[in-house]
């Protein structure tokens, strides 16, 4: 079964740091991009981060770039966001979802999502 | 406010037909990118409901469809159903952000 479970959520004061983490299972993992999307709860879906099969092609929504840092290990079928400066309104549930690999130049999907880790940034 | 627009609530008796709207502009949708919906039940992750502007994954029931025209695309909700009720997110490309965008979402709701 394709799967993706992230972890590593938790609550932190304005200013702090967190790494979200996501654990895939059931795919070939290095074959796909790979994106962070995150969701106030209650709120709409906002992206947020996305990084390519190799890790050398980033790129991040404009209210976390220079704060977050996307990155993966292949040998581990693993996905990481590195967050500093948290701020207030980074409060979230963090998905970490897979990029179809449908290719197209008229942008693909996101076919698989994980079940979310929820981000708490406050005083 | 989010980059793609969407009705904030949709609704219908069981069995009849409701649609949702999702407009972009000329760096999205009328961009010839292409549109995907979402939906999203209380609680739970987003799951993949059409891709392509018109496509089902497999598992999804022919009474979701989805159509394009210009710089909007709609999903159709044929024979409405009391386990219909979610939020319903549209998404695409921006290629002026150079980001991946989201509608506002949509809250069917079943009477």
């Known amino acids: 079964e394709v799967e993706l479970v992230e972890s590593g959520g938790g609550s932190v004061q304005p200013g702090g740091s967190l790494t979200l983490s996501c654990q895939a299972s059931g795919f070939t993992f290095r074959d796909f991009w790979l994106h962070w999307v995150r969701q106030v709860p209650g709120k709409g879906l906002m992206w947020v981060a996305r990084i390519n099969v190799g890790g050398n092609s980033r790129s991040y929504s404009e209210s976390v770039k220079g704060r977050f840092t996307i990155s993966r290990d292949n040998t581990k079928s693993m996905l990481f966001l590195q967050m500093n400066d948290l701020r207030v309104d980074d409060t979230a549930i963090y998905y970490c979802v897979r990029f179809s690999s449908r290719i197209t130049l008229s942008g693909a999907e996101f076919d698989v999502w994980g079940p979310g880790t929820l981000v708490t940034v406050s005083p | ?111």
Request: aromatic fraction near 10%.
């Open chain 2, 1 to 111: 406010q989010s980059v793609l627009t969407q009705p904030p609530s949709v609704s219908g008796a069981p069995g009849e037909r409701v649609t949702i709207s999702c407009t972009g502009n000329n760096s999205n949708i009328g961009a010839r990118y292409d549109v995907h919906w979402y939906r999203q039940f209380p609680g739970t992750a987003p799951r993949l409901l059409i891709y392509a502007n018109v496509n089902r994954p497999s598992g999804v029931p022919d009474r979701f469809s989805g159509s394009k025209s210009g710089i909007s695309v709609s999903l159709v909700i044929t024979g409405l159903q009391t386990d219909d009720e979610a939020d319903y997110y549209c998404q695409s490309y921006d290629n002026n952000l150079r980001a991946w965008v989201f509608g506002g979402g949509t809250k069917v709701t079943v009477l």
